[in-house]
T-cell receptor
Framework: QQQVKQSPQSLIVQKGGISIINCAYE??????FPWYQQFPGKGPALLIA?????SEKKEGRFTISFNKSAKQFSLHIMDSQPGDSATYFC???????????FGQGTRLTINP | DSGVTQTPKHLITATGQRVTLRCSPR?????VYWYQQSLDQGLQFLIQ???????AKGNILERFSAQQFPDLHSELNLSSLELGDSALYFC?????????????FGDGTRLSIL
């Protein structure tokens, strides 16, 4: 129940294209959904986050879409750039708790 | 730069040994979290401290222990090390113990067991 399933495992997108990463969960007690970006040799860095009372949140080229009824959320990267090449993790926390439950990660490669 | 400092960056040791990983949270953050990242298990929560007190426990082995000191830095102690303990260990911090607070990660300690 305390799982977040992330897909795809790896993704290759052409420069300027849209990168889309999907996550799904079962536990309706999750109430905070952040996305993290990780470069090799570095720790995960918070990219953007959403709460379930909002269906979409946009920050620059990054957008989270949230579908509460389907228990799914996704990250869209518009105008993808080679510098966006990294591993992306979706995560969730349960109401009242702080521990992050992470998806398995998506290795994104943006071809120039 | 997240403001979270972890030392050492790399640690190589042998089975059966004991190591201590250190974390200094961002200035002003009261809560510290430890996570383990491995190829097979992904990123897994180990333990959380808030203002010196243990707040939550995750998939932390009995051979592992942690503490948070009065100056808010934290240490993760790993003992009787096994080959399977080889992983990246990350520390994160957040402002307080409330849920939905952003967690900021350090760059990790890479532990290699030979």
């Amino acid at each position: 129940q305390q799982q977040v399933k992330q897909s795809p495992q790896s993704l290759i997108v052409q420069k300027g294209g849209i990168s889309i990463i999907n996550c799904a969960y079962e536990n309706t007690a999750f109430d905070y959904f952040p996305w993290y970006q990780q470069f090799p040799g570095k720790g995960p860095a918070l990219l953007i986050a959403i709460r379930p009372d909002v269906s979409e949140k946009k920050e620059g080229r990054f957008t989270i879409s949230f579908n509460k009824s389907a228990k799914q959320f996704s990250l869209h990267i518009m105008d993808s750039q080679p510098g966006d090449s990294a591993t992306y993790f979706c995560a969730a926390t349960i109401q009242g708790a702080q521990k992050l439950v992470f998806g398995q990660g998506t290795r994104l490669t943006i071809n120039p | 730069d997240s403001g979270v400092t972890q030392t050492p960056k790399h640690l190589i040791t042998a089975t059966g040994q004991r190591v201590t990983l250190r974390c200094s949270p961002r200035s002003g953050d009261l809560s510290v979290y430890w996570y383990q990242q491995s190829l097979d298990q992904g990123l897994q929560f180990l333990i959380q401290y808030y203002n010196g007190e243990e707040r939550a426990k995750g998939n932390i082995l009995e051979r592992f222990s942690a503490q948070q000191f009065p100056d808010l830095h934290s240490e993760l102690n790993l003992s009787s090390l096994e080959l399977g303990d080889s992983a990246l260990y990350f520390c994160a911090s957040s402002a307080d113990g409330r849920s939905n607070q952003p967690q900021h990660f350090g760059d990790g300690t890479r532990l290699s067991i030979l």
